[in-house]
């Protein structure tokens, strides 16, 4: 076993006794709590207890959207496989051009190449500010897949966030230098997606904090 795997499991040992112990406190307190209460009783001949409606809801579980995850998924490849074919068409009739870049990143980086009207119409529609690779649709999908992974949980926006970024200067090395302007602009709508997203998460955060204490009914 790697020393790695010694100290995790020394770690969890160390929490599950440390959980042991807490349990075991808890218990006792709730003991004891309870004794006071039933020693009260006999004095005032009243006892109050919260509802059970007023203790506060447990934290919702989130689960990945595997349907949503799977259909973007999809969709995706189906949209990246359409443009893949445009630009092997247009490679096709420039064979030499193709050779010098050495891959299709160099290729299109290089800009050293024409370009036939359809293939130019269809591009323009794409990257269009309403086509699906323009800034709007592409951030919009990447906040939907992101949602999808957590299930939609908050605390998961900036772990979020993180793949994101480490996905966009992979793109850029994968690339071989500066991204596209189109890339940057979307870059910055998927940060300010984001950025929503955790000040939505904040705000109901704080209306959940807010919930008013439960009335003393012997008052």
């Known amino acids: 076993m790697s020393v790695n795997g010694v100290t995790s499991n020394q770690t969890a040992a160390a929490y599950n006794h440390s959980a042991v112990e807490n349990v ?32 506060s809801a447990a934290k919702p579980t989130y689960k990945p959207d595997t349907n949503l995850i799977n259909k973007l998924k999809a969709d995706a490849d189906a949209r990246t496989a359409q443009l893949r074919s445009l630009v092997e068409k247009m490679m096709a009739g ?76 992979r793109a ?19 940060m300010e997606k984001f950025d929503k997203m955790a000040e939505e998460a904040k705000k109901n955060a704080s209306t959940v904090n807010k919930t008013p204490e439960p009335e003393d009914p012997t008052k």
């Open 94 to 169: 420039q064979a030499n051009a193709y050779g010098k870049a050495n891959d299709i990143w160099n290729f299109l980086r290089e800009g050293n190449y024409t370009v036939d009207p359809a293939t130019k119409k269809q591009a323009q529609a794409d990257i269009a500010e309403d086509g699906y690779w323009g800034v709007e649709q592409t951030s919009d999908r990447i906040i939907d897949f992101a949602n999808a992974l957590t299930g939609g949980d908050p605390d998961k926006i900036e772990d979020m966030r993180a793949a994101f970024e480490k996905g966009f200067k």
């Open 24 to 55: 075991k406190a808890e218990n006792t307190a709730a003991e004891n709590t309870k004794n006071e209460n039933t020693s009260n009783a006999a004095d005032t001949g009243v006892i109050y207890e919260p509802s059970q409606e007023s203790v």
């Open 172 to 190: 850029g090395k994968t690339w071989g230098g500066d991204l596209p302007d189109i890339s940057q602009r979307t870059y910055d709508a998927v």
